[in-house]
């Protein structure tokens, strides 16, 4: 349940962050850490924050400048 409850926080704090383009990780790992040890608080969000990278690279290949960016 606790991992339920870590998934709907992530999700509201990446909206947040689409929104005002700030303050995934302070409103993830702050909240988060209220469900779930901090240790794995942080560990959950450093996989949220890979895949998101990920995901953004993905779908934004075409306009990324693969040059600069290695």
């Not at 339920?4 to 909206?15: C, D, G, N, Q, R």
């Not at 409103?27 to 995901?55: C, N």
């Amino acid at each position: 349940m606790e991992y339920v409850v870590f998934t709907l926080i992530a999700f509201a704090s990446s909206l947040v962050s689409a929104v005002l383009g700030l303050g995934t990780a302070l409103l993830l790992l702050s909240v988060g850490a209220l469900v779930l040890p901090i240790k794995e608080s942080i560990a959950l969000a450093t996989v949220l924050f890979l895949a998101a990278g990920i995901t953004k690279s993905l779908l934004f290949r075409g306009t990324i400048d693969w040059r600069t960016a290695a």
